[in-house]
């Protein structure tokens, strides 16, 4: 919810979308290559006998997270498969030398359970497996051989950085913190499940964050010695001891909240004191401790009470580049760039004037630019920023990057599209050839048919220009008039771009013979800092007129979308504007899915788990701005809602509480308006389980196919 260059493809998605159409032909399959799974039956029939459906999407298989070795020859990722008759995912990880065409090679370590895969200084290929019954720390020769395990701990790592010396090893446990020791977490925890009773107490919030109840436990850093399995080197050092919060944060932090130091005697990592006040703030800090002073941290970042992180050393070791928000209590404010002098502390921004928001850096090998991804007016590209100037450099085209890696000569990226899930490209620094294409991890794809994507824009509110997407259903014919898919996305700060996407995939509705409309309304990213900063306190207003604006730009435009003949789904922000068109604006579609989205936006000050959000975006706390709340609450104008509605709900999303969508459809049904509950009682915010998803998109499908006309 609140927190995409080119890609491959055939000439006319390169056509539709602005594309580069490749001359590189893709590596031809391997043995070695995982392959899909078959698609199952789902139960909506395709558009075409070729066209892409949501069945090859949840069965497609699924690349990230790509490594170079030091030495630049070869790349490290990850592919994830599915099973959907087991219900279960499991990730491999695979090798590709850079020079030439030899097809990717599954590496043996993932028999066994292999993931998070990183280089050490020293050669070897580090990584996280669950071998020996816990997470822990592993690695490997450069010939992947002779698996050493490096840690040996009795709880679960959950995250890991190598010293820049790979002397050691910094890893994040889930322990108590007010034990002394990794013993004492280990023995309370099992005091615990051993417990008869089931009562649960809170003294002070997060009772529960994203889909988990707080345990007691923190996550909290400790440095281990990389004896490689020898049992030398002495007892993991509590880094973060006295420390009162999560590094890395919860629920989705990782690795580049924490890193060493240049000379490995240090660790700098990124964390929010948590106290009474965790739920309502967004002030993350930069600490840096000695491991040889365990606990005694120092405060980088003091003077901003808003968001830090990302620290990453210039390769001299004399300059710290971060991540800074400016704006206490509110997530999607822009993240600038910093850069802070190592020796004095002085810190200075570069690229003040760039007016996007900057994803995770890398540091180039001669210290003189910053890599980083940004969404940018619904694409999101790879760009370079020269530190003493601030210039910015594009370095890919359309399409959305994902993760990048560099080497001497160029750099490897993942790049997915509307029309494309993710595969590796290298580009040379030059800049002028085109990309070379690394993987085809679905090569079951090929075959398959895709709607046409167009990008078109619109004098929106306040006459400001809005971008939206337009998506031809795959057989089109001219002449003819389709049912339409009107999706909203969700955030309500995100973006309908040229990405791909394992859940709201727009490609799967023109499978199935519907045009999609997508309008990056106010309030959506990669427009800048001002348009997303629009929709605060503007829930209902703003991005509605959009809304509407957009759908009748779109259908003047393109003659083919049947205006009366159309169906709006969204989840999140997306749910709650359902709610709110609903009432709102009741004639405009047949029928309306609603995935987990708000249904009374007071009842959210209460109930969410991220106060922050709710405090932010409606103008303070529910006692002290009660009319902010209701200004553009959707509970309070059910008496016009008429149009049928599917509602969605998964009962472990605690970000929109399960009540939320119990009084989306206790409202319905008390109207006597047809709709249909669709309850997970084991997912989140999400529908990830491959049945579940299979579940889902029969139910939403069927609802569509139940109002909308076949095409006329």
Not at 122 to 130: F, N
Not at 218 to 231: E, I, R
Not at 633 to 660: C, E, Y
Request: net charge negative.
């Amino acid at each position: 919810m609140r927190h995409r260059s080119l890609l491959a493809g055939c000439a006319l998605m390169a056509m539709a979308v602005g594309l580069p159409a490749f001359a590189q032909t893709a590596p031809a399959a391997a043995s070695a290559e995982p392959t899909a799974n078959a698609p199952w039956a789902g139960t909506h029939a395709p558009a075409t006998p070729n066209a892409f459906t949501y069945t090859d999407m949840i069965s497609a298989n699924r690349l990230g997270d790509p490594q170079v070795s030091p030495d630049g020859r070869r790349v490290v990722y990850s592919v994830t498969t599915t099973d959907v008759a087991a219900n279960a995912r499991k990730s491999a990880l695979f090798v590709r030398d850079l020079d030439g065409d030899a097809a990717p090679q599954r590496l043996a370590i993932s028999d066994d359970g292999a993931n998070t895969a990183r280089w050490g200084s020293d050669g070897r290929l580090y990584y996280l497996s669950g071998k020996s019954g816990t997470s822990q720390v592993w690695s490997v020769a450069g010939d992947f051989t002779a698996p050493v395990q490096v840690t040996n701990l009795p709880l679960d790592v959950n995250a890991y950085r190598l010293s820049p010396d790979a002397s050691k090893v910094a890893v994040s446990l889930a322990v108590y913190p007010d034990c002394d020791d990794i013993a004492c977490t280990v023995d309370r925890a099992k005091a615990r499940a051993d417990k008869k009773t089931t009562a649960q107490i809170y003294d002070r919030m997060f009772v529960r964050h994203w889909d988990q109840w707080a345990d007691g436990t923190q996550n909290h850093l400790f440095v281990v010695p990389n004896t490689q399995g020898s049992g030398a080197g002495g007892e993991p050092v509590w880094v973060t001891k006295g420390f009162d919060g999560d590094t890395p944060s919860k629920p989705f932090g990782d690795e580049s909240e924490f890193t060493f130091t240049p000379d490995s005697a240090g660790i700098v990592f990124s964390a929010r004191q948590a106290g009474r006040s965790e739920p309502w703030s967004t002030n993350f800090d930069l600490y840096q401790v000695s491991i040889a002073e365990p606990g005694k941290l120092t405060n980088l970042t003091d003077d901003n009470d808003a968001w830090d992180t990302g620290a990453v050393f210039s390769p001299d070791g004399k300059t710290l580049a971060y991540r800074a928000m400016a704006r206490p209590g509110f997530e999607a404010d822009k993240y600038a760039i910093f850069l802070r002098d190592v020796a004095t502390g002085q810190t200075r921004q570069i690229a003040a004037n760039w007016d996007r928001s900057a994803d995770g850096l890398q540091w180039s090998a001669d210290g003189r630019n910053l890599l980083t991804t940004a969404g940018d007016v619904g694409q999101t590209r790879l760009f370079q920023i020269n530190v003493a100037s601030g210039d910015v450099l594009p370095l890919t085209g359309p399409g959305h990057v994902s993760a990048f890696s560099q080497t001497s000569s160029g750099f490897v990226f993942a790049a997915d599209s509307l029309t494309t899930p993710s595969d590796l490209w290298f580009k040379t620094w030059r800049g002028r050839e085109m990309p070379r294409r690394l993987t085809n991890v679905n090569p079951q794809l090929a075959d398959k048919a895709f709607g046409e994507a167009e990008q078109f824009n619109f004098a929106g509110w306040n006459g400001e220009t809005v971008h939206a997407y337009v998506i031809k259903p795959v057989g089109y014919e001219e002449g003819k008039k389709y049912p339409v898919a009107f999706l909203i996305h969700g955030g309500p700060q995100g973006s309908f771009g040229n990405s791909w996407s394992y859940r709201w995939n727009p490609e799967t509705y023109a499978g199935a013979g519907y045009a999609v409309v997508m309008i990056d309304f106010h309030g959506s990213t990669g427009y800048g800092q001002a348009f997303t900063d629009s929709i605060s306190q503007h829930w209902g207003d703003r991005p509605l007129e959009d809304l509407q604006k957009g759908w009748a730009a779109a259908q003047e435009k393109y003659p083919f979308l049947d205006g009366q003949n159309a169906c709006a789904l969204g989840a999140s922000y997306g749910g709650y504007m359902i709610n709110w068109i609903a009432g709102n604006w009741p004639d405009a579609f047949k029928c309306m899915v609603n995935h987990d989205g708000v249904f009374d936006t007071f009842g959210m000050g209460y109930s969410t788990e991220e106060l922050w959000f709710t405090e932010w975006e409606y103008g303070g706390t529910p006692w002290d701005k009660p009319e902010g709340y209701q200004a553009f609450n959707p509970a309070n104008h059910v008496q016009n809602w008429k149009t049928p509605m599917l509602v969605v709900q998964g009962d472990r999303d605690f970000r929109i509480p399960t009540a939320q969508g119990l009084s989306t459809f206790t409202a319905l049904q008390r109207r006597g308006i047809d709709s249909r509950l669709v309850f997970f009682p084991n997912e989140n915010h999400w529908v990830l389980k491959p049945a579940n998803s299979v579940q889902w998109h029969n139910e939403v499908f069927g609802w569509l196919d139940k109002y909308l006309d076949a095409p006329k």
